[in-house]
């Protein structure tokens, strides 16, 4: 069965630094997404692409967030220059259409230290 | 604020009790419901979901949910849980015309052997 996945499984960076979180989505979907979860908090959306750009952003995902597909198959989230505060994990997902499910992948957990 | 409600936090039970998930919203017309469960060590996995037609919608493992749009509520249940149903769970909505999954906050569930 195909599946969304996710590189890094751990990343700790330090403040400042930039971080690319890696994601292959599920190969005939279109429409991706970055959620996070914060320890002890709801997971949250980031951002939506679709058509090779951003469909949809959430207020968390400022300046200081990119999304691209460079290639065709990886999607990545580029956090420029890391805060404490952004320490999560960070969930992946695809869907095919529609009203498809968004498939999950294993998250990455970022730590900024 | 448009939000999704898990009433309970946490919930203990032993195996071959039933269980019963509350979750509701606050969006106005006509929505799409899923739950996800989190097992421990994995990624987010769909249980069920709802986008229109029958209210009692069943999902993999025993699992089903209603859907009643009077309460804005789209419960979680399953009979007789056993010890493979310790997890955490997730409400989701896709509310009207949109395609990003808000999520409440999670309900872990430990079933005791």
């Known amino acids: 069965e195909p599946e969304v996945t996710q590189t890094p499984s751990h990343q700790v960076t330090q403040m400042g630094q930039e971080v690319i979180l890696r994601c292959v989505p599920i190969?005939?979907?279109?429409?991706f997404y970055w959620y996070r979860q914060i320890l002890g908090q709801k997971v949250e959306f980031l951002v939506s692409f679709y058509n090779n750009e951003i469909s949809e952003k959430s207020e968390i995902f400022d300046d200081q967030f990119s999304v691209e597909r460079p290639d065709g198959s990886n999607f990545t989230l580029k956090i420029r220059s890391t805060k404490l505060e952004d320490s999560a994990m960070y969930f992946c997902?695809?869907?095919?259409?529609?009203?498809?499910?968004?498939?999950f992948g294993p998250g990455t957990r970022l730590t900024v230290l | 604020a448009q939000s999704v409600s898990q009433h309970n936090h946490h919930v203990i039970l032993s195996e071959a009790a039933s269980l019963e998930l509350g979750c509701n919203y606050s969006?106005?017309?006509?929505?799409?419901l899923f739950w996800y469960v989190q097992y421990p060590g994995q990624h987010l996995q769909l249980l069920l979901k709802y986008f229109s037609g029958d209210p009692l919608v069943k999902g993999i493992k025993g699992f089903e949910a209603e859907f009643i749009k009077s309460k804005f509520s789209f419960n979680l249940r399953k009979p007789s849980v056993q010890w493979s149903d310790t997890a955490e769970y997730f409400c989701?909505?896709?509310?009207?015309?949109?395609?990003?999954?808000?999520f409440g906050g999670g309900t872990r569930v430990l079933v005791k052997p």
């Open positions: 190969s005939n979907h279109l429409y």
């Open positions: 997902a695809s869907r095919g259409t529609a009203r498809d499910t968004q498939y």
């Open positions: 969006y106005g017309g006509t929505v799409n």
């Open positions: 989701a909505v896709i509310a009207p015309a949109g395609n990003k999954l808000t």
